[in-house]
């Protein structure tokens, strides 16, 4: 526990070193425009790990305290002194993280460490500075690389530990890569934002808050070893008009607790489970922890996260800003001439999706079965076979990734590298890979293996290579967190899922430096893997498999997009059916679509339909550049099919947006009025309705003040209104 009033201005003066370059916290209003033309990282996936030589920096003097009264800190504070401080022996105390060693409290000890501080000079847009302490007696070094922005109020880091010594290290145990005490006054109002994740439910993504009065406290945490299974791995802290928002770059198993006492708020996250000894040489990396700090409305501290995650946390294909695809699914368990039937059906309609999906059952030995789908297990038990079926692609894949790519077409396909069935191939011969998990027939395939996961990169960069590729699809249908806790002796608790997840960040980050073009789509039972790591390498196109269901309810899309998008701006949505409200609860920056099984295979009257699915697809082309902005919920969150759903797209830096309405199917409301958001109260907008064509012209602060008023006659139906700034 790490106070955070605590260093004297004395301290300060001997122990800072510089941050330069770090942004000072500020409302949203006065944040970056979102960032779609910001220029890729220089190095790296993660914008936040670009390298520079560091250099040490001269001391240099502050003479402010570390916060003002009770107000949070500024990103600049933060560093100067739960960081930089650090240099000196009673500094180290408020490290922002916390372990046991010896079985001491870290606070008890790091002080008689030895400690560093080097800070490299400012590279782009963020500052690298490192904290190294070295314990003289044993070789345990504790190392800090942290990541100061210059464009936005936030800091992240990754802690590493190493044993620099000959002999093993005592047991390390409970280590927390967050730690720390904010002051806060007791009478000052408290409350803890964050999100459900996926359990492929209705309520998937709900957002949900909870009040942290004195002497409250509240705890989040991740199911089974996939990082955003029941919880999403993001949190907002919200006080009267400032706060700050948290994000765990974890992949596998965290916790995070939140308590108030008087004095302060404390905030602790980390793995769930640590208790181990390290090897001489040996090093484990932690989870990364982001602070993004923000004035203003809990929505504002949401969007700045948006703008932040876009311009640093996201993939950028060929140093380019990702562009969410539009893809059409469809089984893998069909011969190859059915799976150019369904581009050329694409083609031949005029329908503008950019990528044909190839889902599971495409691989194997297993005979052929046109009826498979993904409610059989046929494809479950061929995990492991990693080959194409010589039954339904006799030559493999080559020829309908060159067919595709003929028709301008790109090519997603589904593969499932970590489960291994028994008697496949994988499991067959190389056995000494494989991890058993309890209680269920499948292996965890060992991504810590560094020579297995060199085999399975190879053997994945080769499919994509030959079959040309462009999206990669990777599932992952168990929970790993059995098998890793199996595997661990007692004396190395947590070892097998910190190399499970190092490895996972390796096997990924090398298929995109193999592939320098290639989009990584990120699957795991639908979204259960979903944090700061994952969205920086990878987007879900898949969000839940509650949308497995043949007749899942388009409400789930809306509740999806509504929960997910204030933590996560790039997502899709999924659509069976081309009609206007089911596609309009899917809207997003790109989308998934189930239309050639349903016209080729289902024998759906499409024909009657193909002119406003071309509408529908031509409207999501217009207004995909808006998921890129920010994002405002006009209604509250509910699951009710009587109620209404609303949304409000806006982006400054074009002074354009959308305004989306659903009405449910048992609604009685016919019309919903609501201010808008983010606008220029002094311009002028040019509001559009996009099915009559209707144009109206208003203030900006008219619609601040007064808003929308949007009528929707038909049950289920929708609304769209696309506004532009005029003057």
Known sequence: MHILRRMTRRDLLKGLRAAAGLVTAGCLRRAPAPATEAPPPTAGHVAATVAATPEPVSPTPTPEPMASGDRLPTPERFVAFCFAGAATPEGRRHLPISFRYREHKSEEFLPEWQGEWVSAPSAGRVTQHTVTLTDGDTGLQCRCEIAAYTDYPAVEWVAYFRNTGSTDTPIISDIQALDARFPLAADRPCELHYAKGSQSQADDFAPLKVALPPDGSSALFAWGGRSSSGTLPFFNIALDNEGVVGAIGWSGGWQASFSRDDSGLHISAGMRSTHLKLHPGEEIRMPRILLLFWQGDPVDGQNLLRRFILAHH???????????????????????????????????????????????????????????????????????????????????????????????????????????????????????????????????????????????????????????????????????????QAADAPD???????????????????????????IIDNCAS???????????????????????????????????????????????????????????????????????????????????????????????????????????????????????????????????????????????????????????????????????????????SELLEKGVCIDIAERPGSALVLYRQVG
């Not at 499970?500 to 320098?516: C, K, N, S, T």
Request: aromatic letters at 12%; one cysteine or more; proline letters at 8%.
């Open 314 to 484: 996201t993939p950028r294909p060929n140093g380019q800003l990702l562009q969410v695809p539009i893809v059409d699914s469809g089984w893998g368990e069909r011969r190859i001439e059915d799976q150019i039937a369904r581009a050329r059906w694409l083609k031949d309609n005029d329908l503008p999706v950019e990528y044909l999906w190839v889902d599971a059952g495409w691989y194997g030995d297993a005979p052929y079965d046109p009826n498979s789908d993904t409610f059989g297990d046929t494809w479950y038990r061929q995990a492991g076979n990693w080959y194409p079926s010589r039954e339904i692609y006799p030559e493999g894949l080559k020829p309908l990734g060159d067919a595709l790519r003929e028709m301008g077409l790109g090519f997603t396909l589904w593969v499932e590298p970590e489960r291994v069935y028994p008697e496949t191939q994988l499991a067959c011969e190389h056995p000494e890979w494989l991890l058993s998990v309890p209680g269920d027939a499948s292996y965890l395939f060992n991504l810590g293996n560094p020579e297995a996961r060199r085999f399975l990169t190879d053997r994945i960069s080769a499919l994509i290579a030959e079959a040309g590729v462009t999206c990669y699809r990777q599932d992952f249908n168990m929970e790993p967190a059995g098998a890793w």
């Open 492 to 518: 190395r608790v947590g070892m097998s899922e910190i190399r499970h997840i190092e490895g996972l960040y390796a096997f990924w980050d090398e298929l995109l430096a193999r592939h320098p073009g290639l």
């Open 526 to 700: 639908g979204g259960r893997r979903i944090d700061l790591e994952t969205i920086s390498r990878s987007v879900p196109l898949w969000r839940s498999d509650v949308q497995c269901s043949l007749d899942f309810n388009p409400i789930a899309m809306q509740t999806q997009t509504q929960g997910l998008a204030p933590w996560v701006p790039l997502s899709a949505g999924c659509c069976r059916s081309p009609d206007r409200y089911s596609f309009r609860s899917a809207l997003g920056p790109g989308m998934v679509v189930i239309w050639t099984t349903r016209a080729l295979e289902e024998r759906v009257d499409f024909p009657e339909r193909l002119p406003l699915a071309r509408e529908l697809l031509a409207e999501l082309l217009r207004v995909r550049p808006y998921f890129y902005g920010d994002f405002y919920p006009l209604v509250p969150f509910s699951l009710s099919a009587k109620a209404w759903t609303a949304w409000q797209l806006h982006r400054p830096d074009m002074g354009e947006g959308l305004v989306l309405a659903l009405r449910r199917p048992q609604s009685e409301q016919t019309r919903l009025e609501s201010p808008l958001h983010g606008l220029d109260p002094s311009a002028r907008y040019e509001l559009q309705n996009a099915d009559t064509g209707e144009v109206t012209v208003a203030s900006g």
